[in-house]
C-alpha cells in the first residue's frame, strides 16, 4: 500500500511570497488533515477534510493560509503572503475515515528568508 | 481546549535501562496514540489506546491509558539505541481530532 505522499520536501522563500503544497493521500481514506509542525513542537492540526468538505479549520489563519481538497483526494495548502513565523514542517495526514488511525506523509520543510 | 503535557521533555538513558514517560490530558478523551519521529522524518504510529486500562507491548515499548486520571504512559524496558527518537502522545477529543503534546526526546547511549 503506497503511503501519503507530499511535494515538494523541502521549499525556501521569501518573506511575502507565496507557497502551495500537495499532498495525495493513501487511495481510499476519506479524511485528509493538514497539520503544521514547528521545530521542537507537536504537529498543529490547521485543517481536517472528511472527503472534499471541511470538517475543522478553527486553527487555519485564513487570513493567508487557504486550503482544498477537490474531488475528495489531492489536496493543496496554500500561503499567501508568508510571514517569517511560517517556518515549520507542513504535514499531511489520512485515515480511512475520521475516527481511524491516521498516515503521516513525510512532509514539506518550509523556510522563509 | 484539550492541553497536553509530556514529561520529561528530554530524556537521556542509557542501554538496558528502564524508563517511563508520561503524558496527561487536561480534559476527557476517547482514545490516545503514541508516534515516534525520527528526525527529518514523518510520524509512525506505535499504538492506540482506546479504553481505560488499555494496555500494548510491542518490543521494549508499552503504553498504558487511565482515562479517570487522564494520564497514559509509554514505559520503555531495556532501551537500545535504536529506540532513539522523539516520542508524541495525542490524545484525541471533538470531531477525533488529536491534539499533540511537545514530545518527549529520547536519546539513548551506549
Redo the contacts between chains.
Keep these: 500500500e503506497a503511503g501519503v505522499a507530499q511535494s515538494p520536501r523541502y521549499k525556501i522563500i521569501e518573506k511575502r511570497q507565496s507557497v502551495a503544497f500537495w499532498c495525495n493521500p493513501i487511495s481510499g481514506h476519506a479524511t485528509l488533515y493538514w497539520y503544521q509542525q514547528i521545530l521542537?513542537?507537536?504537529?498543529?492540526?490547521l485543517i481536517?477534510f472528511q472527503n472534499n468538505g471541511v470538517?475543522?479549520d478553527s486553527q487555519l489563519p485564513k487570513d493567508r493560509f487557504s486550503a482544498e481538497r477537490l474531488k475528495g483526494v489531492d489536496s493543496t495548502l496554500k500561503i499567501q503572503p508568508a510571514k517569517l513565523e511560517d517556518s515549520a514542517v507542513y504535514?499531511c495526514?489520512s485515515s480511512l475515515d475520521?475516527?481511524q488511525?491516521?498516515?503521516?506523509?513525510?512532509?514539506t520543510r518550509l523556510s522563509i528568508l | 481546549e484539550l492541553k497536553v503535557e509530556q514529561n520529561p521533555l528530554f530524556l537521556s538513558m542509557q542501554e538496558g535501562k528502564n524508563y517511563t514517560i508520561y503524558c496527561n490530558y487536561s480534559t476527557t478523551s476517547d482514545r490516545l496514540y503514541w508516534y515516534r519521529q525520527d528526525p527529518g522524518k514523518s510520524l509512525e504510529s506505535l499504538f492506540v489506546l482506546l479504553s481505560n486500562g488499555a494496555v500494548k507491548q510491542e518490543g521494549r515499548l508499552m503504553a498504558s491509558l487511565d482515562t479517570k486520571a487522564r494520564l497514559s504512559t509509554l514505559h520503555i524496558t531495556a532501551a537500545v539505541h535504536d529506540l532513539s527518537a522523539t516520542y508524541f502522545c495525542a490524545p484525541g477529543a471533538g470531531s477525533y481530532q488529536l491534539t499533540f503534546g511537545k514530545g518527549t526526546k529520547l536519546s539513548v547511549i551506549p
Design positions: 521542537g513542537q507537536g504537529p498543529k492540526l481536517q470538517v475543522d504535514l495526514a475520521y475516527n488511525p491516521q498516515h503521516f506523509g513525510d512532509g
